[in-house]
């Protein structure tokens, strides 16, 4: 049997636990094609991609050009939910120039692009406005329960025994407003951060990676290094590997926010003391952790294409992985072009049930796909 026979045999066939073997995109593609011959409706191919694990990335372009096989909504949502979850894999070989790479000092010209292209374009960009669309896939469950005694005092219990979906899910999309100066996200002033009791959500609340500190860091470590030629948005792209010890990181992860559990009360009954109500309270897990990652360069003007950066964290940690990529391009506001963030992705693995007893151990994945549009003059006027 050919090799993408079987594929597809494993997608219309397997459980998820054998559907678990990654497969290339072209193998998928394939698979697809089967399914639409074979007259598949959204909702079956939807629950056979549910099950598909890429070992490389899909791209946009990729994607694109998988979309006359997809045959509704449903599985239009998983397509998209693979991009994000492929997005920091190497993508197929045929975006992989087989140019030889470049010899020591062709590198260092191009770092040096680099270099030019932060400090005296990118950190000149001025104070800006953008709309900010956000979607948000997850696993697990809606609502935990985070108590141990008899009452609590954590609200949405009604939720709490919800059985876990193993599989990631769109939970919604929103658009905010967002401000940036110097191409660097400027935080709220005053971001509400309402309790995961509340909103039963653990959240990214920082301002995420500032690409001139990244650059900074990365060349200060001495950790720089010639990866491979990549092909991004159809032209031939530079790649560097970079890592940032933790004593040199300014690096900050910190998300909002996760339940302590504690007893409020206690009841003494013939001799022995019995737990007799507990409280939750909540608390944000900030620290400052190593990282690695990679620089996707111009090799012509030096301008950061693309830039990938995973934190370095401890098992012991709330949040136990925090991936960013984010993808520049050039935008035009008022008659002048910029190069500003265009899209982005997080994925993260926390314990959602923070310090809660024996129930803290559980974990939740969820993938943050965003995308910046309506660039304007801080205080322009929108239509």
Known sequence: ?????????????????????????????????????????????????????????????????????????????????????????????????????????????????????????????????????????????????????????????????ATPNIFMRLLGTHSAPVESEKGAEIPPASKAKIPWGQNGQVSESGPGPILSVILQEAAAAGKLNWLRWETVNGKTTSVFSFAVPKKQSHYQVDYCCFPITSDAGRMGYEGTEANFQTGTSWKSFKTLAGYHGRFFIDPETGAIVRLITQAELKPTDFVHQEDMRIDYGPVTVEGRSYVLPIDSFTITEVVPNGDNYAARYSVRHTLFSATYQEYRMAGAARN
């Not at 998988?66 to 909504?73: R, S, T, V």
């Not at 030019?116 to 935990?144: C, L």
């Open 1 to 161: 049997m050919k090799p993408f026979l079987c594929v597809i045999a494993l997608l219309l066939t397997a459980s998820p636990v054998m559907a678990a073997k990654k497969i290339t995109v072209q193998e998928l593609k394939d698979a697809l094609l089967a399914m639409q011959q074979a007259h598949r409706g959204d909702e079956d191919v939807a629950t056979q991609l549910k099950q598909v694990e890429l070992g490389e990335e899909l791209t946009r372009s990729a994607m694109n050009s998988l979309a006359p096989l997809i045959p509704g909504p449903l599985s239009t949502e998983q397509l998209y939910l693979l991009e994000g979850k492929t997005a920091l894999l190497t993508p197929p070989p045929a975006d992989l120039p087989a140019t030889a790479a470049p010899d020591l000092a062709t590198q260092q010209a191009i770092l040096a692009k680099a270099v030019d292209f932060v400090t005296k374009t990118y950190m000149q960009n001025p104070h800006m406005t953008a709309s900010k669309t956000t979607s948000r896939f997850q696993d697990g469950v809606e609502g935990i329960r985070t108590n141990s005694g008899m009452t609590n005092n954590m609200p949405n219990v009604d939720r709490a025994w």
